[in-house]
């Protein structure tokens, strides 16, 4: 006798929602469970504070400390919010590092119900929450002791929830592409998050402006979108005093927009077709659960 | 009935070392996978080379934007050329029985006849002799991109400064891994923390003297600080107007550091290797 039993099917949430909240809630539980709360606190100030202060200290040996100058804050800024590049764009290919060489878990998370890409991007969640709180650390540091003019009253603050959800997009959108790339190498892979940052470090403006570098290197920092992303947060929070200096001058905050508006869909088209190539090679060449143990 | 047969095999003893001869053979064995690993992975040249250079130009740049002296540069090329020491004692050094404990090999260690001590100096010989040749291109090659003139007042006494700054350096790396030894996964995040805050206070980037005396002094518990204080003092022509303290005393501190950092690691390996298996750390995985 056969029966036809039919099992009520459970309502399941959508699975991309799904992916990315379970994720992201995973992501969160290993960025900061390896210790207690404190040590974690201290383990947050410590390092993003210790990054500013080399800036801080290079800058106050040769000018006397005088941070009234526009170009104090400029660099200040641009290094306080760089740290989203290394949070989230390396944080997002880091877990496919972790997950396939650490953890060993990455073939499990193929054969469940999830959507990868949703959940490496989920993974990143923790990664801004961290970075978040750097930033934050960072900044209020330097409004309350290195005279940084940053008055709340005065803040831009459409440009800068606009252009910080523009940026946070298109960082993401870059660590799929990395993610990707991650798939398909053994070696050195570690490495290739911070070799890409490194590089956007020095291209993008970020602490000093793109008139100082040569000028055959300049066409590098136009096209990256960190080079408009940065300008734009600087403008929101400091208004003129970002705006003083020669390399984007002549742009409004509008055209700026459009144009990070424009490189952010870009890198979205982008990351997904990279990631969905990556992925695709990386599952042909049994390639999901390597383990190189560099 | 009891047989009295002999084995038809003849069983040859075969020499095996002990002592210094084992402590050698010891150095020698682990030496060899990191030089040939370098060897065979190409790819470093490529991230080890580029990376460090992104952050020397990084700077570079800043010290430009602000018009800083031309020697600054130089500063920073010098800096940069040193991170690759740094890191190499923090990721390949000090968590590396971390890394062994994950592979499995921790245990292997633990149990063969030789000395923990050799291990870890056969890394650290293996690892100083590749990072050499990466921070020597670093500098070779920020020197020619950014122009740096060298003005060097004593070759004999920077061969010292550096050969004791690198002595002193390893020494405290052997120190650290007797700690990381019972370290789990919260190894890999404090030697991501290890990074920045050394940088700043050992003055990868700027003269350590910019510090008020007690910090600067505070901070030569890490070789580097005072390491590359001599070298500058010792390689730039501003470089003495802006030491923190003379060569001389830099070298003698160094001495002292090497001497406690390598007595310090012998008697905390014991120390703790004995707390890791009293404890059962050597194999625990607690990713």
Redesign the interface.
């Known amino acids: 006798m056969t029966t036809n039993t039919q099992y009520p099917i459970p309502n399941t949430p959508s699975p991309l929602w799904h992916s990315f909240k379970t994720a992201a809630w995973l992501g969160w539980q290993i960025e900061s469970n390896w210790t207690d709360p404190l040590i974690f606190a201290i383990y947050s100030v410590i390092k993003p504070l210790s990054a500013s202060a080399i800036l801080v200290v290079m800058y106050s040996v040769i000018t006397n400390g005088d941070y009234a100058s526009p170009i104090f804050p400029y660099i200040y800024l641009g290094n306080a919010f760089y740290q989203y590049v290394g949070a989230i764009m390396a944080g997002i290919s880091w877990a496919v590092i972790e997950d396939r060489e650490h953890y060993r878990t990455l073939k499990y998370i193929y054969v469940a119900p999830l959507n990868v890409p949703m959940y490496l991007l989920g993974r990143g969640v923790a990664r801004f929450a961290t970075g978040s709180i750097s930033v934050f650390i960072t900044v209020t540091f330097g409004v309350l002791f290195l005279q940084v003019p940053l008055n709340l009253a005065e803040v831009n603050w459409p440009l800068f929830i606009g252009s910080l959800f523009l940026g946070v997009v298109m960082l993401a959108m870059m660590g799929l592409i990395l993610a990707g790339v991650t798939l398909l190498i053994a070696n050195q892979v570690w490495f290739v998050g911070e070799a890409v940052a490194g590089a956007l470090y020095l291209f993008s403006g970020a602490i000093f402006p793109l008139d100082v570098l040569p000028v055959w290197l300049r066409p590098v920092g136009y096209l990256m979108p960190l080079t408009y992303w940065l300008e734009l947060v600087r403008r929101a929070l400091i208004g003129n005093a970002a705006a003083a200096f020669p390399t984007l001058a002549g742009w409004s905050n509008g055209q700026l927009l459009s144009i990070l508006l424009a490189l952010t869909l870009v890198f979205g088209g982008l990351g997904y077709y990279v990631f969905r190539k990556c992925d695709h090679l990386a599952r042909e060449r049994g390639m999901i659960d390597m383990t190189t143990n560099y | 009935m009891t047989t009295n047969t002999q084995s038809p095999i003849s069983i040859t003893r075969v020499p095996k070392n002990a002592g210094w001869r084992l402590f050698l053979q010891t150095v020698i064995a682990r030496m060899y996978p990191r030089i040939i690993g370098q060897l065979r992975?190409k790819?470093?040249v490529?991230?080890d080379l580029?990376?460090p250079i992104?952050?020397v130009?990084?700077?570079v740049?800043?010290?430009?934007?602000?018009?800083?002296p031309e020697d600054?540069v130089g500063f920073v090329v010098v800096g940069g050329a040193m991170t690759a020491f740094w890191l190499n004692v923090l990721w390949a050094m000090s968590s590396q029985l971390y890394w062994e404990k994950?592979?499995g090999n921790l245990g292997l260690y633990i149990m063969a006849p030789n000395s923990l001590m050799a291990i870890l100096l056969g890394m650290a010989l293996g690892g100083m002799l590749a990072t050499t040749l990466r921070a020597v291109i670093i500098l070779v090659l920020g020197s020619w991109l950014f122009n740096v003139q060298f003005a060097v007042s004593s070759f004999l006494q920077l061969f010292a400064v550096f050969m004791l700054t690198m002595t002193a350096l390893y020494g405290m790396g052997m120190m650290f891994a007797s700690v990381f030894l019972l370290l789990s996964?919260?190894a890999w995040?404090w030697t991501?923390?290890a990074q920045?805050?050394v940088?700043?206070a050992s003055g990868?980037?700027?003269?350590v003297s910019?510090?008020n005396f007690w910090i600067a002094a505070s901070a030569s518990i890490i070789p580097l600080t005072l390491g590359l204080d001599a070298i500058r003092q010792l390689v730039f022509a501003s470089g003495p107007s802006l030491g923190f303290v003379s060569v001389q005393i830099e070298i003698a501190v160094l001495v002292a550091l090497c001497v406690i950092f390598l007595t310090a690691a012998r008697y905390l390996l014991r120390y703790m290797e004995r707390l890791a298996i009293r404890e059962g750390r050597i194999t625990e995985s607690r990713?």
Not at chain 2, 62 to 68: E, L, Q, S, W
Not at chain 2, 204 to 207: D, L, S
């Open positions: 992975e790819s470093w490529f991230f580029f990376l992104m952050g130009a990084a700077y740049f800043v010290y430009r934007a602000i018009k800083a600054y994950e592979t996964r919260e995040h991501n923390l920045e805050p940088y700043l990868f980037y700027f003269p910019s510090f990713r």
